[in-house]
């Protein structure tokens, strides 16, 4: 049997030194002309200092505060939730090349320019390493003459996949597009030819992926369920999932080292970050696969007994140790804040919760990727000649069925978290891209222009429906005219959080800012001032009193006032966190402060030249 499993291995190696090597001056030409359309459609924002999301403005302040001195190990925002600060879990693993480019850069362009440099620079490096991984994966399962075709073909294709290029703009430097390359790199070690080499490879970058975000830990599950299933089929891959669980744990335990262990909370056992109780689960798990491989049991209901057995005594350790852990990552939030905040946080949705249009361009590519696995699976099936059961057992083996099998578990966890979208979508843009390719020579090969104009936009269809969808959706709709006046609403509300009209704020005095979640970073970003909380969990403290202050009563805002040292109350009108407050506490203090019921505590601050910010000051 291993005679035979090294020569399937060799063969498939000799498959692979046949196929013509993806040019990397080519990815770079498209990776070019890419960047240049995504630099020009956010022009505007760039200009204006408008982040496309406000933690993509909380990290840079974070990168600010460590190069201004606060320590490596210290990742608490002081300037909110005063005197104690923020308590955040972001590593600085994301932090340091985009600190790289602004100390390099701050000599040479001052440090404001600098900063807006990394803006664009660490997005467009993000987007080259997302293309360059997808290039190669895909001219690897394409295994034929098209597939480097199809490689520049996906390459193309990212650029309309919203999912993943929202990740990857200028100006996203938070972690979500690290994510999605980690998440290729780990795919690219499940499916590499020297299987022991690629298995390892995939535990570090699985390990260097929790270590970013926890996010990330259903995948890991899946990639380690996918070695399991290696084992399942075949006893000679059994060191494979060993060799992965080696990985993780080492790499893990050495990021935490590097990153977390002098922290003053660095042994603390949280469950949204890499923590020792994490450690010892996978060195436990680790240890007892070694084992279980030295045995090497014949019948697979016994490797069965030992998966389970293994898992029960790693959730027995984790629950014993962090028995907060057993209701999530997010399940020790304040009830208000769960229900006010986690609860409508959208990306964090599941999939049947979101827009049409999100949801078409969610599942377009994966659709197609699944069609395209289903062609390759019936005529593998079709080709051998053993019963369908061995068949499936041995097409499992292959590179199509393992990216199948990483497919459905990435489209499964997008299915309950919209923002995992572009894990999948970025697993099935390979698949997808093959199938597209030879649909394409089949319609250069009709004989008519008209039909082959039709075919290919057909095809261009296929890959960007939600772009279509939603536009129609609007025209069609009986309430187009409420849409655009909400747009407009919505644009106005824009102008009060853009950094320019902020930074009038300035000339107040330094102090402390009772203001909504989603503007804390810009505040912080735009002032010296300090603020409460922004939208992030670890300090739901003082997020549950932002929450009560603006949608309790005035006397509960007035305590709450007093107690936080609130220097200021500001608000954006018409920003949709506003709004929400008044909608659903119509006779709470947002609705009385919109509808100018002021208490006499509060008086008001003229800003000249603010549109649609309102402040007032606390009297003493």
Not at 18 to 33: D, E, N
Not at 390 to 404: E, I, K, M, S, V
Not at 405 to 433: K, N, T, W
Not at 484 to 497: G, S, Y
Request: charged share 15%.
């Amino acid at each position: 049997m291993a005679s035979v499993i090294k020569a399937d291995t060799l063969a498939q190696i000799a498959a692979h030194d046949s196929i013509r090597p993806v040019r990397f001056s080519a990815v770079i030409g498209i990776w070019a002309l890419l960047s240049v359309i995504l630099l020009v459609i956010a022009a505007p924002n760039i200009v204006a200092v408008r982040f496309p999301d406000p933690d993509d403005l909380l990290r840079l302040l974070q990168v600010r505060d460590w190069l201004n001195g606060q320590e490596w190990y210290d990742v608490k925002q002081y300037r909110m939730n005063a005197p104690d600060g923020a308590p955040m879990h972001w590593s600085r693993i994301v932090d340091l090349p985009i600190a790289i480019i602004i100390a390099l850069l701050t000599p040479i362009l001052g440090s404001s320019s600098a900063e807006m440099a990394a803006l664009i620079i660490i997005p467009a490096i993000t987007l080259l390493c997302v293309m360059w991984a997808v290039a190669q994966l895909t001219n690897r399962l394409g295994m034929g003459s098209s597939g480097r075709d199809a490689a520049y073909l996906a390459c193309l294709i990212m650029g309309m996949l919203v999912p993943v290029i929202h990740q990857l703009r200028p100006m996203r430097i938070d972690h979500h597009g690290w994510q999605i390359f980690l998440a290729l790199l780990a795919l690219k070690g499940l499916l590499h030819l020297r299987p022991e080499r690629g298995a390892l490879f995939s535990g570090v970058a699985l390990a260097v992926w929790l270590s970013i975000s926890m996010e990330g830990l259903p995948m890991a599950a899946g990639f380690m369920a996918a070695f399991a299933i290696l084992w399942l089929c075949n006893a000679q891959h059994r060191g494979l999932l060993v060799t992965a669980m080696s990985g993780l744990t080492a790499a893990s335990a050495i990021l935490f080292m590097a990153t977390r262990i002098f922290a003053a909370d660095g042994w603390v056992q949280y469950c949204d970050a890499i923590s020792p109780v994490h450690i010892g689960v996978f060195a436990l798990g680790t240890g007892m696969l070694a084992i279980l491989s030295r045995i090497n049991p014949a019948q697979r209901l016994a490797i069965v007994a030992g998966f389970g057995f293994t898992g029960s005594a790693a959730l027995a350790l984790l629950y014993s140790a962090a028995p907060q852990c057993a209701s999530g990552a997010f399940g020790q939030l304040d009830p208000l804040v769960d229900s006010f905040w986690y609860q409508r946080v959208h990306e964090g949705l599941p999939l049947w919760q979101q827009t049409l249009g999100k949801v078409i361009q969610n599942i377009a590519i994966p659709t197609i990727a699944l069609f395209a696995l289903l062609i390759h699976w019936l005529r593998y099936n079709r080709r051998n000649q053993a019963d369908t059961l061995q068949n499936f057992f041995n097409f499992l083996q292959t590179a199509h069925g393992r990216t199948a099998f990483m497919l459905l578990v990435a489209i499964a966890i997008a299915s309950l978290v919209e923002r995992a979208a572009g894990v999948a979508c970025i697993f099935a843009l390979p698949i997808a891209a093959n199938l597209l390719m030879l649909l394409l020579k089949k319609v250069r090969r009709l004989g008519s222009p008209l039909a082959r104009i039709g075919g290919t936009l057909g095809i261009f269809t296929m890959v960007v429906p939600g772009l279509l969808v939603a536009p129609a959706s609007a025209l069609i709709s009986t309430k187009a005219q409420k849409f655009q006046e909400l747009n407009e609403i919505v644009r106005d509300a824009e102008k009060c959080q853009q950094i320019e009209q902020l930074r009038l704020i300035q000339e107040l005095p330094v102090g402390n800012i009772m203001t909504p979640l989603d503007m804390g970073p810009a505040i912080l970003f735009a002032s010296d001032h300090k603020v409460v909380a922004s939208g992030h969990h670890r300090n739901d403290t003082a997020m549950r009193d932002v929450l009560n202050f603006f949608s309790g009563n005035k006397d509960a805002a007035y305590s709450i006032a007093k107690q936080r040292d609130i220097d200021y109350v500001m608000y954006c009108e018409n920003v949709a966190e506003v709004m929400l407050y008044a909608h659903y506490k119509p006779d709470g203090f947002m609705a009385q402060l919109r509808n100018d019921n002021v208490p006499q505590w509060l008086e008001p601050v003229t800003l000249y030249g603010a549109e649609g910010l309102r402040v007032w000051r606390v009297k003493r």
